[in-house]
């Protein structure tokens, strides 16, 4: 869990910060979001590590993609570890109540394992289908694609940096090469702020900066 107390602590100054940590107010609110987005993943995936053996062993049963290693939508996961939290609790109650030695507490464990999966079966399959139909929905656009990330970001880029060239090497990866004069331009301001004993790397210098 370091990882996501540094994530928080990110957004926290980000958040009291007096000036934009990332250049403009969009951008910081965009590096935000994918902090809270990772933490939510870590928790996640932390979830599985903590019962690896058994979240395996569910994932197994999936009629669609059983293999757990490959799991990535956190709505998933949490569903998925939420069963074997469920799996748990009526085990316990069940001790409780008749005790473990009674006859008959193996088959009532497996009935109620049985309703379990058969739960968290349907709603996976739910899940699975309102993702498919939200991607439908999208179209011509997709979030899975490299095209629609393009469409996303390039007016962007060449908003600020008209003769930039714009690559996507993924669909959440975007590439600017920006041409040998406009990097030339740069350069030159940096080294005449630098030799002016302006530190070049804080982002109260990238601010005002034309190029």
């Given amino acids: 869990m370091v990882e996501v107390k540094q994530r928080?602590?990110?957004?926290?100054?980000?958040?009291g910060a007096k000036k934009p940590r990332t250049l403009t107010d969009e951008t910081d609110n965009e590096f935000m979001w994918l902090q809270l987005r990772k933490v939510v993943e870590l928790?996640?995936?932390?979830?599985?590590?903590s019962d690896e053996a058994r979240y395996a062993a569910l994932r197994a049963e999936a009629k669609d993609n059983p293999?757990?290693?490959?799991d990535?939508?956190?709505g998933d996961i949490f569903?998925?570890?939420?069963?074997l939290h469920d799996l748990d609790?009526?085990?316990r109650r069940l001790a409780e109540s008749i005790g473990r030695g009674s006859s008959g507490f193996s088959e009532m464990l497996d009935e109620r394992r049985t309703d379990i999966e058969l739960k968290l079966r349907r709603q996976l399959e739910y899940q699975l289908m309102s993702f498919r139909e939200a991607v439908e929905?999208?179209?011509?656009?997709?979030?899975?694609?490299?095209?629609?990330?393009r469409a996303l970001a390039e007016p962007r880029v060449l908003e600020a940096h008209p003769k930039a060239v714009v690559d996507?090497?993924?669909?959440?990866l975007v590439r600017v090469t920006l041409p040998p004069e406009e990097i030339a331009q740069f350069m030159r301001e940096a080294e005449r702020a630098q030799a002016a004993g302006l530190d070049v790397l804080d982002d109260d210098w990238f601010r005002p900066l034309k190029i």
């Fill in 79 to 83: 569903t998925a570890v939420s069963a």
């Fill in 43 to 49: 928790v996640a995936f932390a979830g599985i590590s």
């Fill in 168 to 172: 996507v090497s993924s669909s959440h």
């Fill in 137 to 149: 929905e999208m179209k011509p656009h997709s979030p899975m694609d490299k095209q629609t990330t």
């Fill in 8 to 15: 928080l602590r990110a957004v926290s100054r980000t958040l």
């Fill in 72 to 74: 990535w939508k956190v």
């Fill in 89 to 91: 609790v009526a085990e």
């Fill in 67 to 70: 293999d757990y290693t490959r």
